[in-house]
Nanobody
Framework: VQLQASGGGLVQAGDSLRLSCAAS????????MGWFRQAPGKEQEFVAS????????RYADSVKDRFTISRDYYKNMVYLQMNDLNPEDTAVYYC????????????WGQGTQVTVSS
């Protein structure tokens, strides 16, 4: 399984940004895809996840109503649309995947930096 994240950048508070994650190496039926982030000096935290088959999404409270996770079933892509960004969203964002039923995410892509200036 390979995960390639892209789309990060430097934006101002209130701006939007869309991250993309290209997933390859197998079919992902019954898998779950997720986004995590790690800010400087902080632990990695869960941002959002989506089930591959049904597209059922779940969000961290800190991003709910601002971020939207989605997947393109046919293109093997996962997206994170981030709206109304604030400086607290500054972090390296990671795409991750896990098999259905797995206890934790076992596959990770490289991170993409998101920096939000005030």
């Amino acid at each position: 399984v390979q995960l390639q994240a892209s789309g990060g950048g430097l934006v101002q508070a209130g701006d939007s940004l869309r991250l993309s994650c290209a997933a390859s190496g197998r079919t992902f039926n019954n898998w779950m895809m997720g986004w995590f982030r790690q800010a400087p000096g902080k632990e990695q935290e869960f941002v959002a996840s989506v089930t591959w088959n049904l597209g059922t999404a779940r969000y961290a409270d800190s991003v709910k109503d601002r971020f939207t996770i989605s997947r393109d079933y046919y293109k093997n892509m996962v997206y994170l649309q981030m709206n109304d960004l604030n400086p607290e969203d500054t972090a390296v964002y990671y795409c991750a995947a896990k098999r259905g039923g797995a206890a934790s995410f076992g596959y990770w892509g490289q991170g993409t930096q998101v920096t939000v200036s005030s």
